[in-house]
């Protein structure tokens, strides 16, 4: 009952303060952190030591599995130089750096422990810097790069850990390392692959969204331990499996068994994300209590902490900006033609989020407890994680908002939703033609499927209006079919209380309620967001938006070039400076941007028929 009742109280203190934090608009990780801090001193919660098989076997297989499977396979391939950069050739850096910096401060460190201590703070944590990332809106390949680093790092770091720890009693030759390397990332990433086939043929055979999702729970242990149990990297076993199943859920899983999983998941790694931060600041009392112990003395550990925190803070600022060529090319991006806008101030955005987290303090506690100094190690982790935590998590909001770097911009997200919408009607409707041509249609169902298509992409276009003060068809919908639902609900439980009707069928015709009731919030959450980005001054200022007018187009519209080239445009943009008239980047020629290139005249606007928003070049804005 004591643990139970200790489970409980965990888990009723990290949804508490992680409500009151989103309410105040604080990052709940650093508030968590704190609030375990002070809570361990509180004269009667019982001391928490954090094992390292409960973190190293049941946190972190899930935690990296949930953002495995919703990291895209193909933003990670476009960025692996970066992640590679960072997750291997940084933990190495840091581990050696950090290693000589406390064996310079406590001289009678042996070599081995200096280099383990390097290696348990080297990688920064799976969640933290990704969690305050896209809260704080960070460029989505700022995010990106970080997510990614975050997901492969710790397997460095653990062998690097594995190799220092086993140099306390033997001598360990330079190719042993590289090869004890090649063989947990490889064996990894093969078992990674097995456990993704296996899981890939069974879901071809099951059709029941309760049993595909109860599958998706087995997979990161699975992946984790028969990786572990031939000495390969269970972290990299968990990510490629979750990295393969997420890009092929779509082809392998129904539509019900992905909502069901997706929303499984989110609960998952939404609870455990935050308790990992309370547990971390659970540590502090007895940590601190051993420290006193050490025969260091307090301010030689004291020093030697300060020492390792600025050193990887230092360190991640030094490589980052060294291989910055490397981790944000300038020019257009390979994969979308946005080029990365500000490259110092994304760089040092990815430097100064290098926040440590639970694998650190793990890490710390699988060197084995007879080693000599072992409290040493134990309270430089835990500094580590409590200041970058705190230090730099506190910081980085703010940070990112005097940079002025952009973050993702829910008007250009709007455009891209509508335009991808538009390239999906065609291909359906092109398929609704060929199956209306076989089959008869005496019914008119053709008819009501198009204009189905067509509400659903009039909206997603309605998006882009930026007249605040009027409501959009789509708002106005929205408001009269929610009323509806709020009735139709209210007479469903009138009758379930009468108990005439299966309670079965009444759950059915409430679920389907819901279903629409939340795609409608969704919707509006949306369109609001867009509002807000709309009425926001833009960031760094857009000097082009703010002093060209919205010209009004010609009567005759056509891109000149795609006729002269025998191509079909999809939709026309207007250069706002000269008048002329290209097809957008859905369209084969991409005319209007060449344009831009050929002229540099920096503002587009649209000419289909029902929108009036304008796109500035330069800044990647829109207005």
Not at 355 to 366: D, E, I, K, P, Y
Request: include cysteine; aromatic fraction near 6%.
């Amino acid at each position: 009952m004591e643990i139970a009742f200790l489970l409980v109280a965990i888990a009723v203190v990290v949804l508490t303060v992680t409500a009151l934090s989103e309410r105040v608009e604080i990052p709940a990780p650093l508030t968590l952190v704190v609030v375990g801090v002070a809570a361990s001193y509180v004269p009667g919660v019982p001391e928490l030591r954090l094992e390292p098989e409960v973190v190293l076997l049941g946190l972190l297989p899930p935690l990296l599995y949930s953002a495995a499977v919703n990291t895209s396979l193909v933003d990670f391939n476009a960025n692996r130089g970066p992640i590679l950069l960072l997750s291997v050739g940084l933990v190495a850096f840091t581990t050696v750096g950090v290693g000589a910096v406390v064996k310079l401060v406590i001289p009678d460190l042996h070599w081995a422990l200096a280099l383990a201590i390097g290696a348990v703070v080297a990688p920064p944590d799976a969640v933290a810097a990704t969690a305050i990332g896209r809260r704080i809106g960070l460029p989505r390949r700022v995010v990106t790069i970080l997510e990614g680093e975050s997901l492969l790092n710790d397997a460095s770091a653990l062998v690097a850990l594995r190799t220092a720890v086993g140099a306390l009693s033997a001598t360990v030759a330079a190719w042993e390392v590289g090869l004890d390397f090649v063989i947990a990332a490889g064996g990894g990433a093969a078992i990674g692959g097995v456990v993704f086939l296996v899981v890939g043929f069974i879901r071809k055979k099951v059709t029941d969204p309760l049993l595909d999702t109860a599958i998706s729970l087995v997979i990161p242990f699975a992946s984790y331990i028969v990786a572990e149990e031939i000495h390969a990297s269970g972290v990299v076993a968990v990510v490629v499996a979750g990295l393969l199943l997420g890009h092929v859920a779509p082809i392998l899983q129904s539509a019900q068994s992905r909502i069901a999983e997706r929303t499984n998941w989110r609960t998952i790694a939404y609870v455990l994300e935050n308790t990992v931060f309370l547990l971390i600041g659970l540590q502090a009392d007895w940590l601190l209590g051993e420290v006193g112990e050490s025969e260091f003395g307090a301010g030689t550990i004291a020093i030697a902490c300060a020492a390792a925190l600025a050193t990887c803070v230092v360190l991640r600022l030094l490589w980052v900006f060294a291989a910055s060529g490397l981790l944000l090319r300038r020019g257009p991006e390979a994969r979308t033609g946005e080029p990365m806008p500000m490259l110092w101030r994304s760089s040092f955005l990815i430097g100064w989020a290098g926040m440590r987290g639970v694998v650190t303090l793990a890490a710390a506690f699988t060197v084995p407890e007879d080693t000599e100094h072992r409290e040493v190690l134990l309270i430089i982790a835990f500094a580590v994680v409590a200041g970058t935590l705190l230090g730099q998590g506190m910081t980085l909001p703010a940070l990112a908002r005097t940079l002025r770097v952009p973050g993702p911009d829910a008007q250009d997200d709007a455009l891209a939703r509508a335009t991808l919408l538009q390239q999906a009607a065609k291909a359906g409707i092109k398929k609704l033609d060929a199956l209306a041509a076989e089959d008869e249609d005496p019914l008119q169902v053709r008819d009501l499927i198009i204009q189905r298509i067509e509400q659903r992409n009039f909206a997603a276009w309605e998006r882009l209006g930026t007249t605040a003060d009027l409501e959009s068809p789509s708002d106005l919908y929205a408001r009269w079919r929610g009323a509806m639902i709020e009735e139709e609900r209210r007479r469903v439980l009138e009758i379930r209380s009468t108990g005439k009707v299966p309670s079965e069928i009444v759950s059915e015709v409430l679920a389907m309620l819901d279903v629409e009731e939340s795609m409608l919030d969704h919707a509006a959450a949306q369109r609001a967001e867009i509002r807000a980005a709309a009425s926001r001054p833009i960031a760094g200022g857009c000097e082009h938006l703010q002093s060209t007018p919205l010209l009004d187009p010609p009567p005759a519209l056509a891109c000149a070039q795609c006729l002269a080239d025998g191509t079909q445009w999809v939709a026309l943009r207007m250069c706002l400076t000269c008048g002329t008239i290209g097809c957008c980047d859905s369209s084969p020629g991409r005319h209007a941007t060449a344009h831009f290139r050929e002229t540099q005249h920096p503002v587009i606007r649209s000419v289909e028929p029902g929108e009036d928003w304008r796109w500035c070049y330069v800044h990647h804005q829109t207005g």
